[in-house]
């Protein structure tokens, strides 16, 4: 893969010459630049036409799963920090599961949250904008702190912290969108890192039933095949990046009307090939059921996001 990644500049505040740092189940496509102290996470999808700069401030954290989309541009001011997650400080963090959609704009010193959903032309700087929030098109958020789970409209200007106090609560259907708009990115960066992949191409083309073929072993994030779509295997990579178990049910069509579903056990293995084989295997082994999957947290217990992945 062709990408354009450099080491950020020597400049007065900044001698070594640092490079990016990238998981290699990501996907960035070679008309985007990367540049300098940036630390990019699993699964991540960049699109064409982003400019990733931390030459001036630095470093930038991207967590797993984002999506940014063409046109966007991450740089950040050499004064101002803003606190990760991990407790360490950057000019840009963006956590798991964002998406920075077209022509948005991240100035660092910035904090985007976990699954924040940032639109069109919006613009983020020297801000902490908190977890699950969405953020519409043309919107300036500036100089305040928005509080977790809230909804800026398109077109707002947030630069009072009254007005970020103000903000309404994100709706379930905003975060439904948001969490389509992950899967989507997700199918993409499958689809692009299998355009570069030959057996991966000619798998597809000889399958008969139209579901993707996984070769083993090549190094892009592909396993061996399953009867499991794009979708199925973006919804379990999420899940284990997130930590959770993943929970497997069936049920005949006269159970599955009555909601009664059979267990088929817990997958608790972190390894993303381990998971998808079992699940292929338990498809394999109920191939007139319904088998649907949900996600378990390991510390509560408690059952969260439900995806069928098979009907008669």
Known sequence: MDVHTLPAPPTPWAQQLVEPTI??????????NVIGDVRIGAQV???????????EGMPFYIGANVNIQDGVVIHGLE???????????????????????????????????KGCFIGFRSTVFNAHVGDGCIVMSHALIEHVEIPPGKYVASGSVIVHQQQADRLPNVQEADSQFARHVVSINQKLRQGYLCAEDDVCLASIRNEPNGHLMIRANSGNGYHPSSQLDPQAIAWIQTMLNQRFYIGVERADTRRFRANSWTECGVIKTIQERDAIATVGQLLRNHPQQYVRLFSINPVTRQRGNVLLIQHP
């Not at 998981?23 to 985007?32: E, K």
Request: hydrophobic residues 35%.
């Open 23 to 32: 998981d290699p189940g990501v996907y960035i496509h070679p008309l985007t």
């Open 79 to 113: 004064q101002g920090r803003v606190t990760g997650d991990d407790g360490e400080s950057y000019s840009v963090w963006i956590g798991d599961n964002a998406s920075i959609t077209h022509m948005a704009l991240i100035h660092g010193p910035a904090y985007v949250g």
């Open 45 to 55: 999808h960049i699109a064409p036409g982003v400019s990733i700069r931390a030459d």
